[in-house]
T-cell receptor, first 115, second 115 residues
Framework: AQKVTQAQTEISVVEKEDVTLDCVYE???????LFWYKQPPSGELVFLIRRNSFDEQNEISGRYSWNFQKSTSSFNFTITASQVVDSAVYFCALSANFGNEKLTFGTGTRLTIIP | GAVVSQHPSWVICKSGTSVKIECRSL??????MFWYRQFPKQSLMLMAT?????????EQGVEKDKFLINHASLTLSTLTVTSAHPEDSSFYICSASNGPSYEQYFGPGTRLTVT
């Protein structure tokens, strides 16, 4: 069975601070995909990143960066120089396949950026 | 990216009535569609997976006779909540994929309130 754990339920930081959201996963599959989604108050899921299990390179996209460590089954997400618009719930998710397999979501981390 | 729409975006219905939610892939053919449910301040939980032209596969604990899913075409899947009760009030989100090697795209969600 697959499982995604986001131990941080809520985080609050002051604007411009850096913040890291933790994600730990469990799976028996040798090939799998990890995702991060942002869910603003409107409710719509915003895709942030997808990473397959064979690609352990860290990725940076603007103020966002992701650290994938297979050895610890973690896929952490860091926002640098946080902004108020980053306030949202962030979900980490796991899939056994790229497209037509179900996503197993973590419980989410509610991030509040204090102006 | 590909666009998935849901209709209605929100609906209020009386207890005991049925309500239908539509999920459409607007610019691609969705061979697989997923239906998720999200209760307030909780994670997304998969309800069922549907492949075009075949019966939906329901997750454990989801009543297939209560949550009717139809995926009759490659661009449309419907979820009908039959004899809705207040405990069915939730945010329902669909996603669609056009193959095993393709991205899974999420709709904007439908907020259902049963009074």
């Amino acid at each position: 069975a697959q499982k995604v754990t986001q131990a941080q339920t809520e985080i609050s930081v002051v604007e411009k601070e850096d913040v890291t959201l933790d994600c730990v996963y469990e799976t028996r599959d040798t090939t799998y995909y990890l995702f991060w989604y942002k869910q603003p108050p409107s409710g719509e899921l915003v895709f942030l990143i997808r990473r397959n299990s064979f690609d352990e390179q860290n990725e940076i996209s603007g103020r966002y960066s992701w650290n994938f460590q297979k050895s610890t089954s973690s896929f952490n997400f860091t926002i640098t120089a946080s902004q108020v618009v980053d306030s949202a719930v962030y979900f980490c998710a796991l899939s056994a396949n790229f497209g037509n397999e179900k996503l197993t979501f973590g419980t989410g981390t509610r991030l509040t950026i204090i102006p | 990216g590909a666009v998935v729409s849901q209709h209605p975006s929100w609906v209020i219905c009386k207890s005991g009535t049925s309500v239908k939610i539509e999920c459409r892939s607007l610019d691609f053919q969705a061979t697989t569609m997923f239906w998720y449910r999200q209760f307030p301040k909780q994670s997304l939980m998969l309800m069922a997976t549907s492949n075009e032209g075949s019966k939906a596969t329901y997750e454990q604990g989801v009543e297939k006779d209560k949550f009717l899913i139809n995926h009759a075409s490659l661009t449309l899947s419907t979820l009908t909540v039959t004899s809705a009760h207040p405990e069915d009030s939730s945010f329902y989100i669909c996603s669609a994929s056009n193959g095993p090697s393709y991205e899974q795209y999420f709709g904007p969600g439908t907020r259902l309130t049963v009074t």
